[in-house]
């Protein structure tokens, strides 16, 4: 394998479906990863690039139903799959009711985690209606979010599961407002 | 949409669907891909550099090394004293030497293996202490020493019935934003160049960037690009420059994007340090003073090295009164990675050490830690040992109050404990079908234990900082608010330059300009420097300063509304905005806004600037020099599995004064993700290196709290209102996680019994 090998040159052809929609790609490296793929090539930017190493979750999809991390999948190895990303959840201009819940429990902040933990949570959601605490959290424990300290992500776990009733106000649970002055 | 609700994030749905435009996802027809050659050698002279071979290697258009820096090669945020690439010397391991643009990111980081860099290598000075000595050799021309603050207050000779020492050290933290450093430059044709970019300040880079491409400020534009955490990482410039030069000089956009290995040498840590301390007090625990020496290795370049060891010294003695201190902070060049800011910006470092101090000092004294800390408590009125009295509300007292009245957590689920603070599995409680939760213990999912060997303990720290900049720095932020119909209904545009770091600074500007225009359709258009500068993401400031400045615009855009009003309608005074309509002192109804504005469009621009701070005295340390104060209480709770040396966080308690939540949402936010980071430095966050080689630049390495890692936090939040400020709105993002760490280290010192004099543990 050389650099003659590089894109233009004598590079994999890839068809797959994503989101549902046939896609071919070729001159394809052997070498990139589907996230790659579906980011530079399929212009499908919501998979996320944050460790590109499978420790933190930000680009996770599903590949024939099965959660996984582009990033530890090769471009090559989608052939004849069918791959579902973050875009793929929702129906244009509505948001899937994962995604509906991470943004009313304030679960997004610079949000570049979100995708792939709506993905996650969807993945969660779809084996156990009704997850525990401790299923939650062992369920996204492959997903890193820098900025929220998680909390809020618990929160739009158990609402998208409709474990809490929808409020206009989520708090953390015994968080309290002491307003004085003012 | 208004000050004081948990308004939704307007750029909430685009991040949630995935849609979201991150500095990362940018891309445009033909761009080329730009990667960096870097020093593998922390300490090296540069003999020359052959570029051939990468300028003959397949698809690539460039290869460019310091000869080819347009303007002057130097950039600093504080100090001008680091190279945009390399020239004789290398000071540090992965420091930038040359560039490579071409049309594959793969050929790109193949082609930069391609240039051939002759080193002549050289004994790293890697000891911050070692950098200290006279006969070390000089790194930079003004010699090792960065700055040195001396803090004298009060009584320089003062001596103390009880006197605890102690000695701590501080390891490497990442900031570890999640979206890498990235951007995409496009040349205009004409010679300037347009630069895409997620930064903590557009500003800053443009003048940065202007010295060093050679340009006038008006030929660099930046356009905020979608930013993936900050914390502090995106002050100084890492790529800004580098994808400047190559598609000046290929005519062609040029994207770069760090992979994270590269994001680990691409941007500054937080300052590892040593800190020495020695508190002296009367019998009844009042402190009689502090004497301190501080040590923070800066790494090879300056970054904003001087301004985090003023935050270090002037807040080194934690809030608390302190009539006697004496001083020394000291930050050096070494031949480590570069540090600068990170979330807390030195007073995360010194927290351990003076909060180790207090709990040292309650167990001399045979006293209850929180109650030395409550007979010590800074309140408003106090002065501090920089000479600085305390304007406004300083609760330290009741935020350590709240913290201590919470609710104890439960012992794991099926478990008890007695009253040496073990952990017992109650009798019958064995095994799965017993209700003993083994994942509730230390060691979690690896069940390494039904309870044996577990101690719990309870920890507090409670410390402050700085809002906004300081020691004279003329801060200060612009907005430009525009108002106009659209639609035949009346809307609201605010402009800044502001970064969104995932904060909710887009949320709280929008919530403001509903408050003082009462207009529903408020947008807050991308940031770009199109506008006057804002400032920097960082320091706490800018809910503060850029919401002052949208508040002023706003308040200058309601004048002309308002006047409009007057005297096309000769209508009374009093009248004020409602809901879209411009309305009476008895709320009725005067005119619709749209109807008023017609074609007009209200234009206006304002800067904020708040009270002037001063630069401390050289000797002394004495000065007004900090806007501000923003205080936060911890108490951590934690089970140690003391034969394995497991560690579970049970809980975290915080209380925070935040003057007022502008949104409370976005508040919680902050203080739940400030803590993890806190607890993050605690507990498992260092960067490791070694003989100025980083060991661990990868995610798989560098472990970051996970979902599993981080538990409850129970908070109460103050609004007690700052009389000086916007809405009485006091920085939030920063205290969080300047307690939390040293709360955590506490209680795993009750559990164990032991010193632990490093973090993280």
Known sequence: MGLARLPGRLGVKIACTVNGVAREAEGVWEGESLLYVLRERFGLYGSKNACEQGECGSCSVFLDGVLACACLVLGGQADGRAIVTVEGLARPQELHPVQQAFLEAGAVQCGFCTPGLVVATHDLLQRVRRPSEAQIREALAGNICRCTGYAKIIDAVNLAAGLVERSPRTRAAGSEFVGKGQ | MRVGESVRRPDGPAKVAGTFVYSSDLNVEGMLWGATVRSPHPYARIVGVDASAALAAPGVHAVLTHRDVPGRNRYGLEIQDQPVLAEDVARYWGEAVALVAADHPEQARRAAQLVKVEYEVMQPLTDAEAALREDAPKLHPSGNVLRHIKIRHGDQSASADVVVKGEFEIGMQDQAPLGPESGLAIPDGEGGVDLHIATQWLHVDVEQLSRALGLPPEKVRLTMAGIGGAFGAREDLSMQAHACMLALHTGRPVKMSYSRPESFVGHVHRHPGRLRYEHGADRDGRLVYVKARIVLDGGAYASSSTAVIANASCFSCGPYRVPNATIDGIVVYTNNPPCGAMRGFGSVQNCYAHE????????????????????????????????????????????????????????????????????????????QGGGLDLTSFPGGVSNTTHGEGVKRGVGYAVGFKNVGYSEGFNDYSTARVRMFVRNGRPAVEVHTAAAEVGQGLVTVQAQIAGTELGVNDVVVVNADTRVGSAGSSSASRQTYITGGAVKAACEAVRDRVIAMARAELRAPSGLHIENDNVVSGTGKVVVPLATLLGDEVIDETREFHPSQTFPLDPETGQANAHLQFAFAAHRAVVDVDTELGLLKVVELATAQDVGKAVNPQAVEGQIEGGSAQGLGLAVMEEIQVKDGVIRNASFTDYLLP???????????????????SPYGLRGVGEPPTISSGPAVIAAVRAATGRAIDRVPV
Do not use: Y
């Not at chain 2, 007979?375 to 009741?398: F, K, M, S, Y």
């Not at chain 2, 913290?403 to 603070?421: M, T």
């Not at chain 2, 538990?711 to 700052?722: A, I, K, N, S, Y």
């Open chain 2, 356 to 431: 180790a101090q207090m709990d040292r000092l309650a167990a001399a004294l045979g006293m209850d830690p929180v109650e030395l800390r409550l007979r010590n408590a800074l309140q408003t009125g106090d002065t501090l040992i920089t000479g600085q009295r305390v304007e406004g509300p300083a609760p330290v007292a009741e935020l350590l109050r709240l913290v201590k009245e919470r609710p104890v957590p439960s012992p794991p689920r099926g478990a008890q404990i007695d009253s040496e603070q073990r952990v017992h599995t109650a009798a019958g409680a064995q095994g």
């Open chain 2, 706 to 724: 996970t979902i599993l890692d981080m538990p409850p936090v129970r908070m109460d939040v103050l609004e007690l209102g700052d009389p000086t």
